[in-house]
């Protein structure tokens, strides 16, 4: 699998200007769900710290999300005739959250990148599912507990590009919460930053 081409993938939705899109290769289908492209979004990202579970163990935020393209993205694999046994799902940020919920719906595998916490529940599962995490973007701690409610990810299994920065300085790394670090914690979230770091993981 490479980790490159599906965050290119992920990537030309924002470009296009698209919440999500499908294609189809020699290797199979390969649906994309965007996510934060503007300080706008990543400002909307953290409100999903008010955490709120549906009857699923899922957080709302981003099952509502999600419902609001199933019907859409469905037909979209549908008419490109996107087997299950031959299709990803990607997603970066919000995206990968969106990604995750599908791929456990229709038992697909998924790639997330710096998705947020999904689940509410540990019973919840993806089994198939791939975090990716930068070293510095917050987005993959959130929501935050609250009121008793401790989110979760929906899988333990996470590849992280390879850190450059030495443990003893990383303890006196700018606190990304703080307003004074909040601009390099946004570059950090972009998904421009995951892709220069997996193309020298991959490399």
């Not at 998705?115 to 510095?136: F, Q, T, Y």
């Amino acid at each position: 699998m490479n980790l490159t081409r599906l965050a290119l993938f992920v990537l030309s939705c924002r470009q296009n200007g698209v919440p999500y899109q499908v294609s189809r290769d020699s290797q199979g289908c390969t649906l994309a769900f965007r996510g934060s492209s503007s300080l706008y979004d990543f400002v909307a990202d953290l409100k999903s710290t008010q955490v709120q579970c549906n009857k699923d163990g899922l957080v709302s935020a981003f099952t509502e999300a999600h419902d609001r393209l199933r019907t859409q993205y469905r037909a979209s694999l549908h008419s490109m005739k996107c087997l299950a046994n031959e299709t990803v799902i990607t997603g970066h940020s919000i995206g990968g959250a969106i990604g995750s919920i599908a791929g456990i719906e229709m038992k697909l595998p998924v790639v997330a990148f710096a998705s947020p916490k999904v689940a509410c529940s540990r019973h919840v599962i993806c089994p198939a599912l791939i975090r990716g995490n930068c070293e510095g973007d917050p987005i993959p701690s959130l929501p935050r507990p609250r009121n008793g409610k401790i989110p979760r990810h929906l899988s333990s299994l996470v590849f992280v590009p390879p850190l450059k920065t030495p443990f003893h300085q990383r303890l006196r790394m700018p606190d990304p919460w703080k307003y004074s670090d909040v601009f390099s914690a946004i570059n950090k979230h972009y998904l421009e930053y995951y892709i220069n770091h997996i193309k020298q993981m991959e490399t």
